[in-house]
């Protein structure tokens, strides 16, 4: 990335920082000598931040007045340079897809798409101006195979890399790079974090798939001590790619991390719709 002056960090703004990738990201990218400015959507995760040393601040996706001020903030901080902006921040609503009412999926949608969106049209701008800039989004295997029960998370993934996709062609020849990150199974706070989507929306005793939900995903969801799942690497392993994807003179348009991930992108190409299908069904 072009640096007018050497002597200033590079500047990179997170989102989703109060655990798993975002604040292994954050760490490691400040270790690396970056200046990091962290945000999350709960005020006291950003004190607890602060208090770590960060420069950290309030950003929920779902509300347009909280990226605006959010990015003022940043915009404030840095003294307009951002060098970076990694969206990380998201959520999931576990449930068969014909148990997800329309608000609930137009709930998923303003976090996991329609922020991102708007946050990154906000720092483009700046990028313009210094003409270099990074814009890493955090997708997943999920935005390009789909597996049941997670068809809200899906559909949001999916939409993310088609609007990543366009918005890299929109930019070539400008010096801003976008780029995906694909994790697979990542140890994060997802499936907690989850339940109160799930509660919320999902009135699954009144499904035609009670059955299941009671064998499968309540088990699954709530578990306390759940297995981790097979090939399942740690936040460190997003980390690694991301950094390649922020420092490389010339990154990729998606870092796939993890084997399932690599595994399922392989098997997408060679396998004919109705295989593929009947391998991802048997997953809950």
């Known amino acids: 990335m072009s640096d007018a002056n050497p002597t200033q960090k590079r500047c990179i703004l997170i989102t989703g920082c109060s655990s798993g990738i975002g604040l292994d990201a954050a760490t490691t990218l400040r270790q690396r000598g970056w200046r990091v400015l ?5 005020a006291d995760d950003c004190d607890w931040l602060a208090n770590y040393g960060f420069e950290s601040f309030q950003l929920d996706y779902t509300s347009p007045d909280s990226i605006q001020t959010a990015f003022e903030t940043a915009k404030e901080l840095s003294g307009g340079r951002i060098d970076a902006l990694f969206n990380n921040g998201a959520y999931a609503l576990p449930g068969a897809v014909e148990d997800i009412p329309r608000e ?15 946050l990154t049209n906000l720092v483009i701008p700046l990028m313009r101006r210094r003409g270099s800039g990074r814009i890493v989004n955090n997708s997943s295997i999920l935005g390009f195979v789909s597996m049941p029960w997670r068809g809200a998370y899906n559909a949001t993934k999916f939409a993310l890399e088609g609007l990543s996709d366009t918005l890299r062609l929109e930019l070539r020849g400008s010096n801003i790079h976008v780029c995906l990150l694909q994790p697979g199974p990542i140890t994060t706070c997802i499936r907690e974090n ?7 929306w999902v009135d699954w005793e009144e499904s035609v798939h009670v059955t299941r939900y009671r064998q499968n995903l ?14 399942e690497l740690p936040p ?11 420092e490389s003179p010339f990154p990729r348009a998606r870092y796939r991390v993890t084997t399932p991930t690599k595994m399922a992108a392989i098997l997408k190409r060679i396998l004919p719709t109705g295989m593929l299908d009947n391998m991802l069904a048997r997953r809950m």
């Open 218 to 231: 309540i088990p699954h969801l709530y578990s306390e001590q759940p297995r981790p799942e097979r090939f």
């Open 104 to 118: 609930g999926l137009r709930q998923i949608f303003e976090a996991n798409v329609f922020g991102y969106h708007e």
């Open 194 to 200: 989850s339940r109160p989507h799930f509660e919320a």
């Open 38 to 42: 962290a945000t999350c959507r709960q």
């Open 236 to 246: 460190a392993a997003v980390t690694k790619q991301l950094i390649r994807a922020l």
